[in-house]
């Protein structure tokens, strides 16, 4: 007689073990929400003007933001931009989005003469609605 093992479905260790996949995966997701807030944080570095006047933001669409740092340093949706170059930029997102908002984020610190060069280039792409950005005094 031959020596036949005989494997039963029951005692079959086929099973996978999941938690090292599933603990992987929160960290990914704490990763991606600690990033997102970063970028945020990042983007939000301009010490915006305070007003106790204005209305909250309750558009659905993202706006195209334009930012004026302390220093003058034009931003175009939190990535330094060339002052040259804002002008194309905004006719080519507005032309694959018509109707996006736009908004200007300008340091309260930051001199007007750095902060007009980027109104009037938005007048000059002939926008007429450009939203200012601004803080509610608590």
Do not use: K
Not at 38 to 49: F, G, H, S, V
Not at 68 to 82: A, E, K, Q
Request: no cysteine; aromatic share 2%.
């Amino acid at each position: 007689m031959r020596n036949r093992s005989i494997i039963s479905p029951e005692s079959s260790s086929a099973r996978v073990n999941v938690t090292p996949m599933i603990d992987v995966v929160m960290v990914l997701i704490v990763f991606y929400l600690l990033v997102g807030q970063l970028a945020l944080d990042r983007r939000a570095a301009i010490n915006l003007p305070q007003t106790r006047t204005g209305a909250e933001d309750s558009q659905q669409t993202d706006p195209i933001v334009v930012g004026v740092t302390l220093d003058g340093t034009s931003t175009l949706n939190g990535r330094p931009i060339d002052p040259d170059r804002l002008g194309n930029q905004i006719t080519g997102m507005l032309s694959a989005a018509p109707g996006t908002p736009i908004r200007v984020r300008a340091d309260r610190r930051a001199p007007y003469s750095a902060v007009r060069p980027v109104l009037d280039d938005l007048r000059a792409l002939g926008i007429g609605e450009v939203q200012l950005v601004t803080e509610q005094r608590p």
